[in-house]
């Protein structure tokens, strides 16, 4: 197959920063399309598989799944896009759109396992594949989505994965007005969620370890904001929250949060950390309370989430950095340490 080279932003190793390196892309077949990159997002799934935290990283690996660009080139039998369109790219590039749950929408759950855009066998290349953050991509349209026209376009990246994954949560367990919500962490998950949850019409109260995240959370949206740390004000909300999305990158107590739900309250996982977390009976039983986790989203879903935000004028507040910034903005990702999301101004990669 005829492939491009381009330029990125990888590692070599766990260990290793990240550094500019060359990588192939396939000429677009005719159901491609071609996209030059002008901005993605740093998710924390990012740093967990540059650093191979979650195992099963192929190296070289280049991160990125939250992508916004400029279509220059579509294949012939392309029907949804043209060149000059602005488009986006998420955490998938490709399924086998065959199986039930791909014919249910639900690609991110493929039996056959979808294509991720960063660490999957390429089913067209004899390599994994590449992410974001490098100079453009190629994707089967299928794969690839509209933005909404009113947004700023450097915000809107984040959407394409911290916002869909909060999004289809959010839908699924019917998130809306009368219902009290927790959302835990005040990251780039987690302040999509709080923005999210109240265009819902929920009562939304965030749970974080950051004292300096309290006045940012209330200018989010939220209607009341808990230091984790305050076992006071955290029994407060004991058996009071009908739903906790859990947006934490590390390890954390996971028991102190589900006794805060009612009864018949879920508290869902999207947060990702390396450990695994122990669960007390005892958190459960007592209230009939369910725990559960949740990936991403389809991709009619994550389109019905752009037009969503599009409607609501729900952006990601975001910190733009150059690519030559990435191995410091991944060490203050481990801190915390970022409002709310960084994301990548991809002219850097030109410098
Ligand atoms: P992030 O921006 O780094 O936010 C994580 C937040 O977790 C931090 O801002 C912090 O919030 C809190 N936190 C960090 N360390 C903590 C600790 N030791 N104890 C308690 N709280 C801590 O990360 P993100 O990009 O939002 O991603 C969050 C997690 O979701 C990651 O594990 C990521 O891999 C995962 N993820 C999952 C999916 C999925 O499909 N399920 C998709 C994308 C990402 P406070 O300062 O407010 O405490
Ligand atoms: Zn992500």
Known sequence: MEVKYIKAFGTQAAEAPLEQLNINRRKPTPNDVEIEILYCGVCHSDLHTARNEWHGTVYPCVPGHEIVGKIVSVGEHVTKFKAGDLA?????????????????????????????TYNSPDKHLNTQTFGGYSESIVVDEKFVLRVPDNLDLAAVAPLLCAGITTYSPLKHWNVGPGQKVGVIGLGGLGHMAVKIAKAMGAEVIVFTTSPSKVEDAKRLG?????????????????????????????????????????VDGSLVLVGAPEQPLPIAAFSL?????????????????????????????????????????INNAYDRLLKGDVKYRFVIDMASLKK
Request: glycine share 6%.
């Open 88 to 116: 986006g790219v998420g955490c998938m590039v490709d399924s086998c759109q065959e199986c039930e749950y791909c014919r249910e929408d639900l690609e991110q759950y493929c039996i056959n396992v979808a294509t991720q």
């Open 222 to 262: 939220a209607d009341a904001v808990v230091l984790s740390k305050d076992a006071d004000k955290m029994q407060q909300y004991a058996g009071k929250l009908h739903f906790i999305l859990d947006a934490v990158s590390a390890e954390h107590d996971i028991n102190t949060y589900l006794n805060l739900l009612r």
């Open 285 to 325: 039983i007592p209230a009939r309370r369910s725990f559960s986790g949740s990936m991403i989203g389809g991709i009619a879903e994550t389109q019905e989430m752009l037009d969503f935000c599009g409607k609501h004028n729900i952006v990601s507040d975001i910190e733009m950095i150059s690519l030559q910034e």
